[in-house]
């Protein structure tokens, strides 16, 4: 079994607001154990926000009249972080969301921007039906320092 | 705690949830609305109970504001815990909150 295959993860739950937090939870015990190996647990809670967003946008965007699909893949490829969100619902076009205007923050529209911000690299796709989010972040090297301890 | 605000009845105090997320922004927007029904409220928001919160959260935040100013209020925030300094830090919005280390100082404020 490949050191991929061993830190994997994948979750099938309702796009449903109260799945939310037991997912997050999940998250946050793995993400902290790959991140915190160099001892930055922020790395850890920027990309689990990052995470809820996407899963956010799924229960508000994709499935607005009601329950859906969401399926949640978390991987340690290499030197990253991925996640991979599943939905089935209202496609998203992230082009149509305009950049926050901080010289006029409006109530809302701050997700995609979050999202964007604290990784490196967030795709959309659409494809037969399906949309995607992919959603990664490096998990940089220990210092020699933190190797040694 | 200085004689100013050692007894602050004119003020109202409020603690998020410690989870402020799409699950919970709801009641606490039904929570800010029923705390603030005078006219030109002071509201002061204690942050430090809030272990996670993402854009859901920051809009009911912005909401709060909007909703106290619209009535000709004043509002101020304090002890924002690390999940909240994060939000703030990642979406550059900490000038749209008047933000204090402590209730103390930001009571002063008010």
Redesign the interface.
């Given at each position: 079994m490949s050191r991929s295959e061993q830190e994997s993860l994948s979750l099938r739950i309702p796009a449903l607001?109260?799945y939310?937090?037991p997912v997050?939870a999940l998250l946050e015990h793995v993400l902290a154990a790959w991140f915190g190996e160099r001892g930055d647990a922020?790395e850890a809670?920027?990309f689990l926000?990052a995470v809820?967003?996407g899963m956010?946008n799924v229960?508000?965007h994709a499935y607005r009249d009601g329950a859906g699909r969401l399926e949640i893949e978390l991987s340690r490829n290499g030197d990253a972080a991925e996640v991979v969100l599943r939905d089935w619902g209202v496609p998203f076009d992230p082009e149509a969301i305009p950049p926050?205007d901080?010289d006029r923050?409006?109530?809302?529209g701050?997700?995609l921007?979050?999202m964007r911000?604290?990784t490196d690299g967030c795709v959309f796709e659409r494809s037969g039906g399906e949309n995607l989010l992919w959603l990664r972040k490096r998990i940089l090297a220990p210092t020699p320092a933190e190797a040694r301890r | 705690m200085s004689a100013r605000t050692r007894d602050r009845s004119d003020v109202v105090v409020l603690s998020p949830p410690d989870v402020l997320d799409l699950q919970s922004r709801e009641a606490f927007k039904k929570k800010v609305r029923e705390s603030i029904q005078r006219e030109t409220p002071k509201v002061l928001v204690d942050l430090s109970g809030v272990q996670f919160a993402d854009s859901e959260g920051l809009t009911a935040l912005l909401s709060l504001a909007r909703m106290v100013h619209e009535k000709g209020g004043e509002v101020r925030f304090c002890s924002p815990s690390p999940a909240v300094e994060r939000l703030f830090r990642i979406t550059r919005l900490y000038f749209v909150f008047e933000t204090y280390a402590s209730r103390e100082e930001a009571l002063e404020s008010l």
């Open positions: 607001a109260p939310l937090l997050r922020d809670k920027e926000l809820q967003e956010t229960i508000r926050p901080f923050p409006r109530e809302g701050y997700g921007y979050i911000t604290v | -």
